[in-house]
């Protein structure tokens, strides 16, 4: 019973762990600047918030070809535009209260998904980029795909799942165990 309720317990733990995360690729041209973007999230499913981005890649390439990452970047997130479904990231360009925008420390590199209510580089709406002293806009507009998870990545299972299989097996495994060593002391009897 001890050994059950270890086991329980344990299964418990693992199956409390935090879920897998998500992560989006795309690539986008913005006048002649490309735009190619790689974030992570933790796997949330609808409207994004500034918490639920685990980690981002955003290269302008262009002169200088900049990196925007957590460790040279920061970035900013208003409004609820930014949306993750199980295949892709999108942002709605039409709504007036949205924008994310991805700043390079000590740079003029960003690169920016503008809502009709916010400006970056003194461009309203769309998408804009800056790097190495050029600054692209293209104004777009409605509910656009950013990014998508990748679909050439075969389903493996995530380490939580090997370990809830494991101890799942082994809990079948003891209780097996358990009624056929309680059927043989019958037996003898």
Not at 54 to 69: A, P, T, Y
Not at 143 to 152: C, L, M, R
Not at 177 to 183: C, M, N, P, Q
């Amino acid at each position: 019973m001890k050994q059950l309720s270890l086991l329980i317990s344990s299964g418990l733990l693992l199956a409390s762990a935090p879920l897998c995360a998500a992560t989006y690729v795309g690539t986008r041209d913005v006048n002649g600047v490309t735009v190619n973007i790689s974030i992570t999230t933790d796997d949330t499913i609808g409207a994004l918030s500034a918490s639920n981005i685990l980690d981002f890649d955003i290269g302008l390439s262009d002169v200088e070809n900049n990196e925007l990452n957590p460790t040279n970047s920061s970035f900013q997130l208003a409004g609820s535009s930014l949306v993750a479904s199980a295949a892709n990231l999108t942002f709605d360009f039409s709504q007036s209260d949205a924008a994310v925008a991805f700043f390079k420390t000590g740079s003029t590199a960003q690169y920016c998904l503008l809502g009709t209510g916010y400006s970056c580089f003194g461009q309203f709406g769309g998408e804009a980029a800056t790097s190495g002293g050029l600054t692209a806009h293209v104004l777009s507009q409605g509910n656009q795909i950013i990014a998508s998870v990748p679909t050439d990545v075969p389903a493996v299972p995530e380490p939580i799942t090997w370990a809830l299989m494991v101890i799942g097996f082994g809990g079948v495994g003891g209780l097996m165990r358990l009624k056929s060593s309680t059927i043989a002391s019958f037996a003898r009897t």
